[in-house]
């Protein structure tokens, strides 16, 4: 079997996405993730002018070899661009093995570590009034673990909280827009939206909170230590990684479990976070790591340290990589949970898929591959659409992490 073809899609049924379909001379082609949202035609063209050409003619059976001369070869390695390209390729060729095999993914992968795949969604509201009620209809609908974030009196926008409660999109206008952020408006104001959910609720669920990478170490040690009476599942990104240092000041005063990873790379953003146990759960995920390939790397250095996966699951990929991903959840032994975040149903309908949810899990089903096609001639009625995501400025104009 030999590479004959691949095309990059690129289609906005909601929101942007980016999808690579490679083909083969027998027929069976395989789809691979490949969105970067706010620079999506950056990894298009990438694939379009740098790596499909150098797949034609090649086996795709050779998956781990082609993953090393795609990121060997490339000299410049690394960044968002690339990995997101790579795990493109290694996605749709993991899709053709399958395919191949007339197996699901997870078979590949060495078979089920467990029935079904937690996940959690997204409960938020203007207020914490409104967060309470949304928890309360997550609860309702069978989530196990829900995350909560609320908006901050006297900020007139705050991350997490969307117009649109199931299918949140910060990406919102061509030009990014501007946002107003206080910290000690934030800390104030947390620990009272996770007292009231726990005082209505109590402590039945698993409760999740995403900071977004907004507080200096020391400030994210104070929250964890607030936090901790409420018993958190995870408190998500609470400072910038680039200083992973940083996370050795967070754990000296607090317990409360710590996420991160979104936006790593490759297994080197979180090799000391790992080792030196200064994370609880890695977030790293298949189209923005490096494809499954790559994320599996990161999950068995992970497992000798006690560190769980919880990949990132935002509306921001595709269907192609949560078909891939609850794959991998499905087979990866140190597996913590997985973020769940509806599409709409004009993505959905792109992207007929064979995964499914079922009170607080969800199933990838038995397709062979990862179980996600793709209609193209219903993707074409959705074009590319310009969008980029927020930035943030401190209430005296500084610029801050969004």
């Not at 690394?78 to 093995?97: E, N, Q």
């Not at 926008?157 to 990406?171: L, N, Q």
Request: charged share 20%; proline share 5%; with cysteine.
């Amino acid at each position: 079997m030999k590479i004959t073809a691949g095309r990059v899609i690129v289609c906005s049924p909601g929101r942007n996405f980016v999808t690579l379909r490679i083909e083969t001379d027998e027929g069976i082609d395989g789809l691979g993730d490949a969105t970067l949202n706010g620079r999506e035609l950056a990894v298009a063209t990438y694939l379009t002018e740098h790596i499909i050409p150098a797949l034609i003619g090649r086996d795709p059976a050779m998956i781990e070899d082609i993953w090393q001369y795609l990121y060997r070869g490339a000299y410049w390695r690394r960044g968002p661009v690339t990995m997101c390209a790579i795990a493109a390729v290694d996605t749709a060729l993991w899709d053709i093995k399958g395919k191949v095999a007339r197996l699901p993914l997870y078979q590949l992968l060495g078979g089920r570590s467990r029935d079904g795949v937690m996940v959690y969604g997204h409960a938020n509201g203007k207020d914490i009034d409104e967060t309470l009620d949304e928890v309360a209809r997550y609860a309702g609908l069978g989530y196990k673990a829900i995350r909560a974030q609320s908006g901050i009196p006297g900020l007139a926008s705050t991350y997490g909280v969307s117009k649109d409660r199931m299918y949140y999109e910060p990406a919102d206008a061509a030009i990014a827009s501007e946002n107003v952020w206080s910290t000690s408006k934030y800390l104030d104001h947390v620990p009272k939206l996770f007292e009231a959910i726990r005082v209505r609720f109590g402590f039945e669920h698993h409760i999740l909170h995403d900071v977004h990478h907004r507080l200096t170490p020391i400030e994210a040690g104070r929250l964890g230590k607030a936090l901790e009476p409420y018993r958190l599942f995870w408190m998500e990104d609470p400072t910038p990684a680039e200083n992973q240092e940083g996370f050795r000041l967070i754990r000296q005063h607090t317990v409360t479990p710590i996420a991160v990873g979104e936006v790593f790379n490759t297994i080197h953003d979180c090799q000391t976070l790992i080792t030196e146990q200064l994370i609880d759960f890695v977030r790293a995920t298949v189209v923005h790591a490096g494809g499954i390939t790559h994320l599996r790397r990161i999950a068995h250095l992970a497992e000798l340290y006690h560190v769980r996966t919880g990949c990132h699951g935002a509306t921001d990929l595709s269907p192609v990589c949560m078909g891939a991903a609850l794959h991998f959840d499905t087979w990866v032994p140190n597996f913590g949970v997985q973020e769940y975040m509806r599409h709409t149903p004009e993505t959905d309908a792109v992207f007929p898929h064979a995964y499914w949810y079922d009170q607080g899990y969800m199933h990838p089903g038995d397709a062979p591959g990862h179980g996600v096609v793709i209609d193209e001639k219903l993707a074409a009625k959705y074009p590319y659409q310009p969008s980029a995501l927020p930035v943030n400025r401190l209430e005296d104009g500084s610029m801050w992490n969004w």
